[in-house]
């Protein structure tokens, strides 16, 4: 994984992309601190780890949520297209 300061990724941005095209990863960094990271899209996102873990904190989430509205059954295609 490649390091870059701000200016550094702003100056030679066509030369960032370039790199993330071929597959490298690039962290931005500020001041030291990193505040970017810029990277090949993946193809299939659940291989991602930031992706399942993101993903995994959200069912989590859903889950301890407490149900609400009303149960409606099972909707017919009557009741969808009043037939």
Same mark, same amino acid.
């Given at each position: 994984?490649?390091?870059?300061? #701000?200016?550094?990724?702003?100056?030679?941005?066509?030369?960032?992309?370039? #790199?993330?095209?071929?597959?490298?990863?690039?962290?931005?960094?500020?001041?030291?601190?990193?505040?970017?990271?810029?990277?090949?899209?993946?193809?299939?996102?659940?291989?991602?780890?930031?992706?399942?873990?993101?993903?995994?904190?959200?069912?989590?989430?859903?889950?301890?949520?407490?149900?609400?509205? +009303?149960?409606?059954? #099972?909707?017919?295609?009557?009741?969808? +297209?009043?037939?």
């Amino acid at each position: 994984m490649r390091e870059m300061t #701000v200016r550094e990724a702003s100056q030679k941005f066509l030369e960032l992309i370039a #790199v993330a095209e071929r597959g490298e990863t690039i962290v931005v960094t500020k001041n030291g601190k990193p505040v970017a990271k810029i990277a090949p899209p993946t193809l299939d996102r659940t291989s991602d780890p930031e992706w399942r873990s993101a993903f995994a904190a959200l069912k989590k989430s859903l889950r301890s949520k407490r149900r609400s509205g +009303y149960p409606l059954g #099972v909707i017919t295609e009557d009741d969808k +297209y009043g037939a």
